[in-house]
């Protein structure tokens, strides 16, 4: 009888059960020449591929071949090895019945020719999708459990992170690029990040150059800044991140969460008005405001010269403002530049207390041993897993809460570090910088800025309008 070997192994079933591809082969080898059988071709082996499906290169090959005839038999190992599916065994017995091929396993007793046989096969195959099910619901619980405990639930790291001792370690490489497409993000859009990182050789992770998709995969993922997510469908990956469906993690982070959720502020505003005019070259167009209406004030080119019109004008709404120069705007700005810093400082809290810093990081640090304990008493069987969970979501809740605290008063520091070099270089930074820079410069100093001139509304006369700074945050 002429024959046909197939061998399936998976990664972890080798580790497990020993079922590895030098074993398979030698045994049904053995088995064919015990049985006076002759091997046609070599063995198709699909090495690290699941018996979830029939989706496999070798293993269609091998049907290919079945299906042009001349094949008695069709050996295997065990059962399994073939499939795990009820519905796919009855496909595959379909097509060895229509080509007179029989199927045997060289560790079990099947006889496919009578319909005792196929009964027994049948249940079997079934016994094994069941245990392949079960085993399936059993992994996504311990992972669900993991990702509500704060730990890495598996898989591959994202970006920016590496696997140590199953946790979650920052890759300080990596981190670097992290944290600079979350800045560019504020600014650029996604290709464009995308194509300046390839530019520069920022690394990606397989090399190559780096795609829209990966660039925006970071910067919505919640993961820098601190949190894990489980969803029990996979297309939810892919979704913008909502608080509610987020558990704190207990890796370290790479983005603060009041930057991330800065962030998330403004790529939702792209999603809803288009995206141009959050990614505009145009310096104060998020942060300009109308002194007459309280609209918005949007650019535009007018003759090669980038401008500003009230939105509420445009809208139709009575407004008396008169189109602004952009470069008369910047002028006026740096004219005042001294009296407007010293404005806003005026209306800014002193600075961070270190005495609260230090006693919320040692309540932190209190929270943190009492989360160990109870994680020492789930560890020594103590408490079940669902005891575990209930008696750290408050503790969890806690922490949250003195977290968030905390990073808003170290981050008003790193800001007032940041803003006071920006203020005494201004001049010197605004010289060497493009326009997206120098629109990152006005957002990090200005969070809105209110403009009116001192003329009423006069039809143009081919002199800029002298501007005025009406209020300033």
């Known amino acids: 009888m002429k024959c046909v070997i197939y061998i399936r192994v998976s990664t972890d079933e080798q580790a497990k059960h020993g079922y590895s591809i030098a074993a398979q082969e030698e045994k049904l080898r053995a088995f064919c020449l015990s049985q006076g059988w002759e091997i046609v071709d ?3 082996i699909d090495d690290g591929y699941s018996a979830k499906d029939l989706d496999r290169p070798k293993f269609q ?40 091929c029989k199927f045997k396993s060289a560790t079990e007793v099947y006889d496919t020719t009578n319909a005792m046989g196929r009964l027994f096969i049948t249940l079997v195959a079934a016994i094994a999708q069941w245990e ?26 994202p970006f920016g992170y590496q696997i140590i001792n199953e946790e979650l370690v920052i890759n300080k490489d990596e981190k670097k690029v992290v944290k600079k497409i979350f800045e560019l993000a504020k600014s650029l859009g996604f290709f464009t990040i995308a194509k300046q990182l390839t530019i520069n050789g920022f690394p990606t992770r397989k090399g190559g150059d780096w795609h829209v998709d990966t660039v925006r995969g970071i910067a ?4 820098y800044a601190g949190y894990l997510t489980f969803y029990d469908n996979p297309k939810d990956y892919k979704k913008p991140p909502k608080p509610e469906d987020l558990f704190d993690g207990i890796h370290e982070k790479i983005i603060s969460r009041d930057a991330f959720w800065e962030l998330q502020d403004i790529l939702e505003k792209r999603r809803t ?5 959050e990614v505009s070259n145009y310096y104060f167009s998020t942060i300009l405001r109308c002194g007459r209406c309280g609209s918005a004030m949007s650019g535009h080119k007018s003759s090669e010269k980038k401008t500003y019109r009230c939105s509420g004008k445009k809208a139709g709404k009575k407004c008396t403002s008169h189109i602004i120069l952009e470069d008369s705007l910047v002028k006026k700005i740096f004219t005042d530049f001294d009296d407007l810093i010293d404005e806003i400082k005026g209306h800014t809290e002193s600075s961070t207390s270190d005495k609260k810093i230090k006693d919320l990081e040692t309540e932190l640090a209190h929270i943190e041993k009492m989360l160990e304990k109870e994680n020492n008493l789930y560890r020594f069987d103590r408490i079940s897993i669902d005891e575990l969970i209930k008696n750290t979501d408050e503790l969890r809740a806690k922490e949250k809460s003195i977290r968030a605290e905390l990073s808003a008063y170290k981050r008003g520091n790193e800001n007032t570090d940041e803003i006071t070099y920006l203020t005494e270089n201004i001049r010197s930074l605004w010289e060497l910088a493009n326009d997206n820079e120098r629109k990152q410069m006005m957002t990090t100093l200005f969070s809105q800025i209110v403009i009116d001139t001192k003329e009423e509304y006069k039809r143009g006369t081919g002199k800029p309008r002298e501007i005025v700074i009406v209020s300033i945050k």
């Not at 038999?73 to 060895?96: A, F, G, I, N, Q």
């Not at 919505?220 to 993961?223: Q, V």
């Open 42 to 44: 070599e063995p198709f």
């Open 61 to 100: 090959l091998m049907m290919e071949k079945i299906k042009k005839g001349g094949i008695d038999v069709l050996l295997v190992y065990r059962l399994d090895r073939l499939t795990r599916s009820v519905l796919d065994l009855y496909e595959v017995l379909k097509v060895l019945d229509e080509h007179e």
């Open 220 to 223: 919505n993922n919640p993961i």
């Open 132 to 157: 392949r099910e079960n085993t399936a619901e059993r992994v996504r619980m311990g992972m669900e459990k993991k990702t509500k405990l704060g730990k890495w639930k598996g898989g591959m790291p």
């Open 273 to 277: 008005f288009g995206g141009k005019r």
